[in-house]
């Protein structure tokens, strides 16, 4: 059954009394960047660096927890299919003779460093711990052991990470268990490092499970990244077990803080980021965070399952995999992660050239126009669209199958079960150069609407299809592709 909605209305970006508020509001534009998912397959904990020789390096967790990969390409896509180099193995005893986990690939000080959680044979006596790379390229580059990074407990410790701060003063942050907290596997520790393996003075925990959803399997804070913007300090980390209740938390501190002071950090009170039954993603997290190619958007890189019931310990279950996608940011200077995006190209949002606060926004049953979420000003572009050709259709990000359709002069969203000629034309656009500005985008109707193009009404309340003929109207029929 077709299912129609509401006229597409335009979202903004802040709101009133439950009012959308038709003003210009100070969101920085940035290109839109597209991404195909899934990015790779059976590779858990992806990370992702883009260093200052123009390559990405990649690497991640294997299936087999048995060694060390790392790929290399000149931009993100691509690592999906660059070879891998094994630049280290699990050793006959000792440590790194049992799990290899999570490896991070940083540059300091003209060295390389990995930093990777390394078990022992038949024991659970798994450790953060440090590899040191010499070379410029670090497929290449000759690696030896730094060894398990002292910290103020011999516990379960795993997935170390580093950042630098303004003033200069390197952290490392990663997870472990607390002596005095046995019923739960792990928190988040932060310290400052005396040199890449080795931490200066006592580690304070930042964070541990005490929230119900992460809680739920196992009580765990795990697999940090950090990312620095707009004079905060923000950690994303992962929580609960690895099956389709993991998700991930948000961590924020003033970049002028005392980061030692566990006081300095605030939590969010529910997940960020978590499983879609509507994209059918499951269990994400695990992230990285890197910039896109053109060095003006930030992307996430996280891995998820694209399956929800797993049969007997999900750590067993080979099939995470990495995944790649833009991340957003809100008027006050906070990520907004969104949705683990469907399958296939990565969505973009549509920006009014007339009112640069203003978004295309699906709106469905149930949501108010003061309760929009990212995913519901994200499309997808389908190309070729559900007419062939060279057409194209936008597909709602928040409720995949649905698309933008006109109807008449109005705009409405219909399902894709609609198989008929009627519907696949009706929600099928020519793409064309902005009318108002050739750096944007205007989507004309086809067939016996052709001339028409989808654009704001004269109040700006609402998204229609008509001409567009005045200096005004051309304006209203444009957007930019974020």
Known sequence: ???????????????????????????????????????????????????????????????????????????????????????????????????????????????????????????????????????????????????????????????????????????????????????????????????????????????????????????????????????????????????????????????SSDLMNPASWSKSKSPIFASNANTKQWGPGHNSFTTSEDGQSDVIIFHDR?????????????????????????????????VPVSDGNTPVRLRSYTSPGLFVRYRGQGTTASTASLAETQFRIVSPGLAGGSTVSLESTSNPGTFLRRSGTRIQFDSSNDTSSTFKTEASFNQRAGLADSTGVSLEAISDAAGQFVRLDEGGNNVVVSAATSAAQKGQATFYLE
């Open 306 to 338: 694209g399956y929800k019931d797993i049969k007997g310990d999900p750590l067993n279950d080979p099939n995470r995999r990495a995944r790649v996608q833009r991340l957003y940011w809100k008027d006050d200077g906070t990520p907004d992660f969104g």
């Open 1 to 255: 059954m077709t299912r129609s909605l509401r006229n597409l209305i335009i979202a903004t970006t802040a709101a009133l009394l439950g009012q959308v508020l038709l003003w210009s509001v100070p969101v920085a534009a940035s290109p839109a960047v597209s991404y195909v998912n899934t990015l790779v397959n059976q590779r858990a904990d992806p990370y992702i660096v883009k260093h200052t020789d123009g390559w990405y390096y990649f690497t991640a967790t294997v299936p087999e927890f048995d060694k060390i990969i790392i790929r290399r390409a000149q931009t993100i896509q691509a690592l999906g299919d660059a070879a891998e180099t094994t630049i280290w193995k699990r050793k006959a005893s000792g440590v790194g003779s049992g799990q290899v986990w999570a490896p991070e690939l940083h540059y300091i000080d003209g060295k390389w460093y990995i930093y990777v959680a390394l078990g022992v044979s038949g024991q659970w006596r798994i450790r953060a711990s440090v590899l040191e790379g010499t070379g410029d390229n670090p497929l290449t580059a000759k690696w030896v052991e730094k060894g398990i990074i002292k910290t103020n407990w011999d516990t379960f410790s795993l997935d170390a990470t580093t950042f630098v701060t303004a003033n200069g003063t390197r952290y490392l942050v990663w997870a472990q268990q607390e002596p005095s907290r046995t019923d739960e596997n792990s928190s988040l520790m932060i310290a400052p490092l005396q040199n890449p393996w080795t931490i200066r003075g006592t580690a304070v925990s930042i964070s541990r499970p005490d929230q119900a959803w992460e809680r739920i399997g196992y009580k765990v804070n795990e697999g940090p990244a950090v990312i620095q913007r707009n004079g905060k300090i923000f950690v994303t980390y992962s929580a609960s077990a690895t099956d389709y209740n993991y998700c991930m938390g948000l961590l924020t501190a003033s970049a």
